[in-house]
């Protein structure tokens, strides 16, 4: 198992030649401090606030990545560019209603935060994740997708090894995760694990719109190298920056603790975005880079 180093966060947030000899090495960066403890508390304070305004009789749909149903689900479908609340499988009966309060049943708030809601966008386009961004090589950065995951003491579901490409399509590839600790995670509470170096393997599998309807189609059936896997322990305000091809995921929190963490993920605007991608906009909304603030 190859540990993997760990950063103290640049004050400008461009990468240092270390962290960029690491990133090319293991397709992973974790760096410490990124992100103020007071901006990880707005985002929480936020959050929290999305969740008691909505109401489930709008809509609600279970996400889960062990058992997906979601792709069939319009609440889903149609979540590019909403702020959308989804449920955790143990956390609603069979009839699809809640079994707790609503604050302990949610799996992820998704998919545009990042442009919508004043703090999520402030919080998004700091200028030190601008510089990141750009010092990895992405030439024109566009934040495409933004998610809260939730991961509620008990019922916080696993998220399975994936490669975030799978997911967002770009042609040529092109996705960066930045996944922040918003509360302290460790192996008891679920905190992410990756297979450091597997960014160099194959892209297994792809999520996409095939007449009409989305389904995962499999490119490379190599199963991913388990044993290899890391965990990634990450206090709060520590950036996980995931390569798009990096295989990672997480365990089930069955803790009496909250893991609750941010993820932005953007692509290169410079690669074709494919038009099959499950992420779509309404015309009026389109992706924007670090830059181009609302107001
Ligand atoms: O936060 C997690 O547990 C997993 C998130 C993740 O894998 C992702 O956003 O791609």
């Given at each position: 198992m190859t540990a993997v180093p760990r950063f103290a966060a640049t004050a400008d947030g461009a990468p240092t030649p270390a962290m960029l000899a690491a990133w090319d090495r293991d397709g992973v960066l974790v760096l410490e401090d990124a992100v103020p403890e007071a901006d990880c508390d707005a985002l929480i304070e936020r959050s929290r606030a999305i969740v008691e305004a909505w109401d489930p009789a709008e809509g609600a749909a279970v996400f889960s990545?062990?058992?997906?149903?979601?792709?069939?689900d319009r609440w889903f479908r149609d979540s590019g560019d909403k702020i959308r609340v989804f449920l955790e499988?143990?956390?609603?009966?069979?009839?699809?209603?809640?079994?707790?309060p609503k604050r302990a049943a949610v799996n992820k708030l998704g998919h545009a935060m990042h442009d919508l809601d004043p703090v999520f966008e402030r919080v998004s386009r700091r200028p030190s994740l601008a510089a990141l961004a750009h010092g990895l090589g992405l030439a024109d950065p566009l934040l495409v997708q933004s998610m809260v995951?939730?991961?509620?003491?008990?019922?916080?579901?696993e998220v399975t090894c994936h490669q975030d490409a799978t997911f967002l399509v770009t042609e040529p590839e092109s996705v960066v995760g930045f996944w922040l600790a918003l509360e302290d995670a460790d192996e008891s509470n679920g905190c992410l694990y990756a297979i450091p170096?597997?960014?160099?393997?194959?892209?297994r599998r792809l999520f996409r719109e095939v007449d009409g309807a989305l389904v995962t189609e499999t490119l490379d059936p190599a199963p991913f190298d388990d044993a290899a896997a890391v965990p990634l322990p990450a206090r709060k305000g520590t950036l996980v920056v995931l390569h798009g091809r990096l295989p990672h995921g997480s365990a089930p929190n069955t803790s009496d603790r909250s893991r609750m963490a941010y993820t932005l993920h953007m692509v290169d605007g410079t690669a074709r975005w494919h038009p099959g991608n499950w992420l779509r906009r309404s015309p009026g909304m389109p992706f924007r880079g670090f830059s181009d603030m609302t107001d």
């Open positions: 990545t062990t058992a997906p149903k979601h792709a069939a499988a143990g956390a609603v009966d069979d009839t699809g209603r809640l079994t707790r995951i939730w991961k509620p003491p008990a019922v916080g579901g170096g597997g960014h160099r393997g194959p892209l």
